[in-house]
């Protein structure tokens, strides 16, 4: 069983930037591809980024390429996401999630771990 927790939301101004981290037990890691996700009220949860745990490889949705860092520490089973220049539309819970499947996907039923979520709150 894999356990993910997420850690590092919190409310920003716009333009800011915010570090999430989500820490992994449970299992060995390295064949699986991890991502994040976010859900903002009303709307449907949507792909940010996913990398696998070789951190060989990365994808990012377009809305956030170029601004949003996906990285992970094989050593310390944690993966991280860097938000920079945030936006009023960058507001969300955002998710940890890991998946069995080695190549990268964006599709929210490949991970079959989740996180509890953790809330990003950028104002305007």
């Known amino acids: 069983q894999v356990s993910l927790v997420e850690s590092g939301g919190g409310l920003v101004q716009a333009g800011g930037s915010l570090r999430l981290s989500c820490a992994a037990s449970?299992?060995?890691?390295?064949?699986?591809?991890w991502a994040w996700f976010r859900q903002a009220p009303g709307k449907e949860r949507e792909f940010v980024a996913a990398?696998?745990?070789?951190?060989?490889?990365?994808t990012y949705a377009d809305s956030v390429k170029d601004r949003f860092t996906i990285s992970r520490d094989s050593a310390k089973n944690t993966l991280y996401l860097q938000m920079n220049r945030l936006k009023a539309e960058d507001t969300a819970v955002y998710y940890c999630?890991?998946?069995?499947?080695?190549?990268?996907?964006?599709?929210?039923?490949?991970?079959?771990?989740w996180g509890q979520g953790t809330q990003v709150t950028v104002s305007p």
């Open positions: 999630a890991a998946s069995i499947v080695t190549v990268l996907t964006s599709h929210a039923s490949r991970y079959g771990y």
């Open positions: 449970g299992r060995t890691f390295s064949r699986y591809t």
């Open positions: 990398i696998t745990w070789s951190g060989g490889s990365t």
